[in-house]
Every structure is written in C-alpha cells, then in structure tokens.
C-alpha cells in the first residue's frame, strides 16, 4: 500500500516497526488503521498517542488550546512529511476511526501534523472542512536535471558556488576524508553522541535520545546511508540518510564545528549529502526542517508544513 500509494520512507514498515521498538519520542500507546473494501486494504495510517505531543515546541504555538493535553497523531514527529498512503479517499472514514480511538485512549485532540500545504491530504482536509495551521517549513530540491555535483553547483548562486567549492578545498588541505556506511558498519555510538550534541546546540534536548537513537538507526537496516566526515580520525560531521523511490532524505545530522582548518563541516556533509543522492539517481533531495538560510542559499525551496487537530 505504501509503495503503490508513493508515500515516503516514512511510512515503510521498516522505519514504523523501528519506530515501535525504539520510539525516539515517549509515545503512551501505538495504532495502526486500515481501511478495507471487502477484504482488500485500501488505506492505512499510523498513530501515536503523546502526552507530550509538542518536543519541537511548534505545536503549541499554533494550537496553544492543546497545551498539556495528550494527543492521538499522525505521524511520529520525526517524519516531516504527513501522507496517508491510500488508493482511493477514505478520509472521512478514517478520520472517524481515529476520534473515536482518541476517545478510548483518553486523548482530547487527534489529528496530522506536518502535512505540507496544497498536497493530497492537505486538500482532502480542507475538502472536509479541517482549517490547517501552520507549523513550520521543510525544504527540498528537484535532482531531476542534476546528471552531477558540478550540474547541481551550476544551479546556485556565484557565492553559494564559491562557499562550496572553498570549503571542499579547505577540508581536503585539512585532511578531512568522507565515507558512506551501511547501518551495521557505522560507528553509531559515536554518532549518537554528536547528534544528540547537536540537538541540544539547537534547543532540541531530547529529540534524539541516546538510550533509543542507537536502536531505532540499527532497525531501519537497509533504509539508511551514513555518511561520516572524519578530521584525522575524529568524527566531525555525520548524516543518517533516508531513501524512498523518488527521495532521498537527510534526516538527521550531527556537526562539530571545533575543526583544525578554516572549513565547514556541515558544508562538506551537504556537499557528500547532494552527490550521494545523485548517484542514487533520486530526484528529489529532501532537506528536512530548520537551518532555512543554508538552505535556501544552497538551491532548496521551502514547504510549508501545516497541523490539523480536531477536538474529540
């Protein structure tokens, strides 16, 4: 259903059992809808019931009426781009499933977050009269004319070329080396630990736990690409990237700017990140949320991402 659906990476039963087993945020009781016409699944959709139903502190804002109320949502806040896989609308249907299993488990509010404004869901929301609020930006890129790093680089400005191309020479005079790791080679306590760092640099504390990060990365096996950038040794850049049919995802990262040279970490891991996708053959680069300056100045556009919360 995913896949004929082309939902992203999100919904891949890899990365939702993951998410069981090592949930990154504290989650009160799992669910999973499907919907069926006769015996056939036309629909499905994950939920989690939070208590705390706000660790990027953006729900709250633009609902400041669910404060402190537990919440029945779809999806975990660690997908950035909400979609219910599905062939046909059942949208009425499930979202009744989903108010009154918001009722079971107790939760006030139920809903989406992180649906990205004039998709499929989104319209289908407001189709049903659901008013979205805005939460945030995600950004992404179009790869598909990207035959090559030097393709993707002819795109940006003269400066944000320049920026790149510095920092590639900088971290190569530095002795900077880049790999890409599968799951099971990477050195994901270590990486654990930068990314956590990194978290907290951004007043994120908690987003990526290391008691379940080192678990939850472990599960999504085949999934995932690592790329670490390392200064003689030392683990100074690191990103867990995500692949779908059409898009690959940096995910998360973690970066270590106490570097011997006068270079950018995080800009040798965007450079690794875009070329890595390219070679991928993915034609969709998505950037995730945050650092929107960087972003926008290095070729990827912004998708405004929306909240939907009925009230139960």
């Known amino acids: 259903m995913v896949r ?52 990027l502190r953006r729900l709250h804002g633009a609902y400041p009426e669910a404060r402190d109320q ?21 949208l009425p249907r499930l979202l009744d499933a989903m108010i009154r299993t918001a009722s079971i488990f107790g939760a006030r509010w139920c809903g989406f977050v992180n649906v990205q404004r ?91 736990p290391a008691s379940t990060f080192t678990r939850f990365v472990r599960a999504l096996g085949d999934l995932a690409h690592v790329i ?20 690959f995802h940096t995910w998360t990262c973690g970066v270590d700017y106490a570097v011997d040279g006068n270079y950018s970490p995080y800009g040798v891991l965007f450079a690794e990140s875009i070329k890595l996708a390219i070679s991928l053959r993915k034609p969709v680069l998505e950037g995730g949320r945050s650092n929107a300056a960087f972003k926008r100045r290095h070729g990827l556009s912004p998708r405004p991402l929306d909240a939907v919360l009925i009230r139960t």
């Open 4 to 55: 004929s659906s082309g939902a992203p990476v999100f919904y891949e039963h890899a990365y939702v059992s993951a998410y069981e087993q090592a949930p990154l945020t504290d989650v009160d009781s799992f669910a999973y809808f499907v919907v069926r016409q006769g015996d056939r699944p036309v629909a499905v959709a994950p939920a989690y019931l939070q208590s705390a139903a706000d660790p």
């Open 70 to 90: 537990p919440a029945l949502l779809s999806h975990a806040w660690h997908c950035y781009d909400a979609h219910v896989p599905a062939t046909v609308s059942v």
């Open 118 to 208: 004039g998709s499929a869901l989104s319209k289908e929301l407001r189709a049903n009269g659901l008013p979205a609020r805005h939460l945030t930006d995600r950004w992404a890129a179009d790869l598909t004319a990207a035959q090559s790093y030097d393709h993707y680089l002819a795109r940006l400005s003269q400066r944000a070329r320049a920026n790149l191309r510095r920092t590639e020479r900088r971290s190569n005079e530095a002795g900077v080396t880049t790999e890409v790791l599968p799951v099971e080679h990477a050195a994901l306590d270590e990486i654990t630990l930068l990314c956590t760092k990194t978290a907290i640099r951004f007043d994120n504390n908690g987003f990526y």
């Open 228 to 247: 670490e950038v390392r200064q003689h040794g030392r683990l100074v850049a690191v990103g867990i990237c995500l692949t779908d049919a059409t898009r």
